[in-house]
């Protein structure tokens, strides 16, 4: 890979706060509406939690608010108000609060909070204590400047009062304050002490932009050292005296039982130490994971059928498809004008599979439970729910629930999900010791909460200079916030997430008719956020099917887009610089195409144009990608770089290769054999553009995945006529002739030379 993001110029004069993308129409995993007064959010100040936390953290001299702690040796601790899974926002984070707080990000150690909504809780997401939703950022950006504003304040309080100086006369730089007439110095640490007797600032004034010297600039993550030399520790890394590792098997079927277990085999096994039960999984506990493994194959077990029995995907897409044609739609997005307009009707349909998040670390969790009391190490992204379900479980409050958030091999939405958590504590409950529960990666990908299955209906009617005059939408799913959120539900009954980068399209028309149809999945088959959730699907279908108009409308794709947007919007900001980079218009080789989507999803806006050459057979090379984003004002351009990069890549894997099937009432796939991901050698050259922006920061961990199927199929198209109207590609024949359907595989070929 190569290019480089270019570094933004901060015009302090266009800084705004947050907006929400489309006007407010509907943005996934925004759910302050409906929840009421009492949605917690972070302070840049002291609140009543704040002691606790700190006891927990060795009661420095100072700690301010709930992310900065400042020993008497002058250590500057930073507690991470988020969890760090591969997304670089423990290093966003620390570039926020350094910025202000007047250190570098060398002098500062990373720590991970404790479970508390109260002092951590995401004002984006309800208030809880959760990492997702490509909010991590803009939900904290001005909180975390000003919790960094509070304690330099503080500190250059207390070094004024020694020195009996105004304040105004004191800078800050490298954690040292300096009185500027007399070149009199203090540590931090020498006022540590003193600046906790201070009274905390009712105001603070934040830094122009023009002046930051952190934020803005390409630095090293905080948590690479640890990496490269092997000292990071995940959940699966874990060791604790005592502990035991069992190995799970939960009933293949989803909603399926637990019958009889023989497990005399088992249990003679040397290294073997128990075999425990719950309704529907069985474990198998050894000194080791390997054993407990072996132990766990030697099991005979009869599973008992559930209401799934003769469940498969031919029937979930049935009831997907009568519910589109009979069920009640709710409105996401009403016409302004008239609901029928003469011109041509164009009318597609299209489905977006399943799909499972498959992170690197297989869900794993270590759990010790004794009277009274219940302590879990794991990774996971909502560890406030992680303690309330344990709480639940063990019966006991849920203070008494200590859990140990790690550092996450890769969460994607997953870990979202506390269910491996539950299973674990419920293990655990039946042993004196502590108990390691990991999933196999078979287990993971079996029993995944997976993206929902999406079947959606898409017509317009085109004018005589070929723009649609009438835009019709209807998309019918199941719901993951009805499940995990349902608060945040619109009055109506209303998933904003199905409907973003629906509702709020980038182009300009009036007449548009939005409609979300709710069809709930079987008892057992749990739908889960998946890296971008709707706007994956959503963006996938809508500039499918503008790419289509622009072909029955007999124009150039990009500037049939370019004629639909509104002059100056930051939208068709990043289409003309996708645009510019990729050489768009040059012209290509047989069997060889361009794609382009554009979007605003998570808050931000993002054009992708991918390159790929479709060989006789039917294999796809990926040659090029461009993806050009605004996200507003950007924290650090190198973590810009790598998110893009890696999400568009999460999402071309996803768009390629990946959906998961139902047969009998299992799912079908099971490892990297059956659920696989590019290759290296099949990777494209891919160059990320940032446009200069002085707005506040915008979403970014899901932007990247969001965009890269529908860029992907209209090259596709553009390479071959082929309109891809399901996913995954591997599924649609591109071959030239039917006597080598059979050699379309995998659909993808090495990459080889690029030139």
């Known amino acids: 890979m190569n290019g480089r993001p ?22 996934a995993f925004l759910w302050t509406a409906g929840l009421g007064p009492a949605v917690a959010q972070m302070s840049p100040r002291r609140q009543p939690g704040d002691e606790a936390a700190a006891a927990a953290d060795g009661k420095p001299p100072f700690a301010p608010n709930a992310f900065i702690r400042i020993d008497a040796d002058g250590t500057i601790r930073l507690v991470m108000p988020t969890v760090e899974m591969g997304q670089a926002i423990y290093t966003g984070i620390c570039m926020m609060l350094a910025e202000e707080l007047g250190v570098g990000l060398d002098q500062i150690r990373v720590e991970h909070s404790i479970p508390s909504d109260e002092l951590y809780g ?11 939703g490509s909010t991590s950022t803009r939900g904290q950006w001005q909180s975390l400047r000003e919790a960094g504003a509070v304690a330099r304040d503080m500190l250059v309080a207390a070094a004024a009062a020694r020195w009996k100086v105004d304040p105004a006369t004191c800078t800050v730089a490298r954690a040292v304050i300096t009185h500027g007439p007399t070149g009199r110095t203090l540590a931090f640490g020498a006022v540590a002490s003193a600046a906790a007797d201070m009274p905390q600032p009712t105001q603070v004034k934040l830094k122009d932009p023009k002046d930051f010297t952190v934020i803005g600039r390409p630095l090293r993550r905080v948590d690479s050292p640890d990496k490269v030399n092997g000292t990071t520790q995940f959940g699966i890394d874990v060791k604790v005296p005592g502990m035991k590792f069992a190995a799970v098997r939960t009933s293949p079927e989803l909603a399926g039982t637990l019958g009889a277990v023989d497990d005399a085999k088992a249990r003679a096994m040397p290294g073997v130490i128990d075999v425990l039960r719950l309704d529907n999984a069985v474990a198998v506990v050894g000194e080791n994971f390997w054993i407990a493994s072996r132990g766990l194959e030697a099991l005979d077990i009869e599973w008992r059928h559930g209401v799934n029995e003769h469940l498969d995907n031919n029937a979930l897409l049935d009831g997907l498809k009568e519910s589109s044609r009979t069920g009640p739609a709710l409105v996401g997005r009403k016409p302004k004008g008239e609901g029928a307009a003469a011109g041509t009707p164009v009318e597609m349909t299209f489905v977006s599979p399943m799909l499972a998040h498959a992170p690197m670390e297989p869900l794993n969790a270590t759990v010790h439970v004794t009277p009274g009391r219940c302590d879990i190490w794991t ?12 709480a639940r479980i063990c019966k006991i409050p849920v203070d008494a629930v200590g859990v140990h958030n790690q550092y996450l091999g890769g969460g994607f939405g997953r870990r979202l999900e506390t269910d491996q958590v539950e299973q674990a504590v419920a293990f655990a409950r039946q042993v ?5 529960v990991i999933w196999s990666r078979e287990e993971d990908i079996r029993h995944d909460r997976v993206r929902p299955l999406y079947f959606d209906r898409i017509s317009a009617t085109l004018g005589a200079d070929g723009k649609p005059t009438s835009w019709k939408h209807r998309i019918t799913s199941g719901t993951v916030l009805g499940r995990w959120a349902p608060g945040a539900m619109g009055k109506d ?19 548009v008719l939005v409609e979300w149809v709710r069809h709930d999945m079987p008892p057992g088959l749990v739908t889960g956020w998946w890296r971008g959730v709707g706007p994956t ?6 500039e499918s099917f503008v790419d289509q108009l622009a072909h029955a409308a007999g124009k150039e794709p990009l500037a049939y887009r370019r004629a639909l947007m509104k002059p100056g919007s930051r939208a068709l900001g990043v289409l003309d610089l996708a645009a510019e980079k990729a050489g768009w218009g040059k012209p290509l080789p047989p069997r060889v195409g361009r794609g382009v989507a554009v979007g605003s999803p998570f808050g931000s806006h993002v054009c992708a144009i991918v390159e790929v050459e479709v060989s006789p057979q039917g294999q796809v090379h990926l040659r090029h990608a461009v993806v050009a984003v605004d996200v507003g004002i950007v924290i650090n351009p190198s973590s810009v770089e790598a998110q893009v990069q890696g999400g568009l890549l999460f999402g071309l894997s996803a768009a390629l290769f990946n959906g998961i099937t139902i047969k009998d009432g299992m799912i079908e796939q099971s490892n990297f054999h059956d659920y696989r991901t590019l290759r290296i050698d099949e990777t494209p050259i891919l160059d990320v553009h940032v446009v200069k922006s002085g707005e506040s920061p915008g979403g970014l961990g899901e932007v990247g995945t969001a965009i890269a199927a529908p860029a992907l199929a209209n090259a596709i198209f553009a390479a071959t006529g082929i309109r891809l109207t399901e996913l995954p590609v591997a599924r649609t ?9 059979n050699d379309v595989t995998d659909g993808v070929r090495p990459a080889g030379d690029r030139a």
Do not use: C, W
């Open 6 to 27: 270019h570094l933004d110029v901060i015009d302090p004069s266009r800084r705004r706060a947050l907006k929400l993308a489309g006007g407010g129409l509907a943005v």
């Open 733 to 741: 024949p591109l071959n030239a002739s039917k006597d080598v359907l």
């Open 432 to 436: 004196g010791y502590p108990l390691k």
């Open 537 to 542: 699907h959503n963006l996938f279908v809508v």
């Open 493 to 511: 009954g209303m998933d904003s997430d199905a409907i973003e980068s629906a509702a709020d399209l980038p182009y300009e028309m009036d007449n």
């Open 122 to 132: 995401q004002v984006l997401l309800g208030g809880g204590q959760i990492t997702g």
């Open 379 to 390: 990774g996971t992204q909502v560890p406030t729910r992680a303690q309330a379900e344990a």
